[in-house]
């Protein structure tokens, strides 16, 4: 059974940093590339950042550069994104999303976890 489990959300201030862990089970880690998206109150699902899977080269969207690192560890099936210097507009539900790296269309989603930033 897949499964994607999302934790380290809560509410944090302006300037504070959160990291966020993605636990993955029952599907070939390394075999999948990792990202984190977020979904705001009203607004559409986007991507933030993408790892690939064995050579975890990165990917991050422009309102994030500078100021989150996504990272996976391959042995504990985990990937990872270290927010710093969070902005209020960073608040939303953050999903981590497996994508199969081979041919087959193959994509897994987490439940989600809930970040908000606010003074």
């Known amino acids: 059974q897949v499964q994607l489990v999302e934790s380290g959300g809560g509410l944090v201030q302006p300037g504070g940093s959160l990291r966020l862990s993605c636990a993955a089970s029952g599907f070939t880690f390394r075999r999948y590339a990792m990202s984190w998206y977020r979904q705001a109150p009203g607004k559409e699902r986007e991507l933030v950042a993408t790892v690939s899977g064995i050579s975890s080269i990165t990917n991050y969207a422009d309102s994030v550069k500078g100021r989150f690192t996504i990272s996976r560890d391959n042995g504990e099936n985990t990937v990872y994104l270290q927010m710093n210097s969070l902005k209020v507009e960073d608040t939303a539900v953050y999903y981590c999303?497996?994508?199969?790296?081979?041919?087959?269309?193959?994509?897994?989603w987490g439940q989600g976890t809930q970040v908000t930033v606010s003074s």
């Open positions: 999303k497996a994508r199969y790296s081979g041919s087959i269309n193959l994509t897994y």
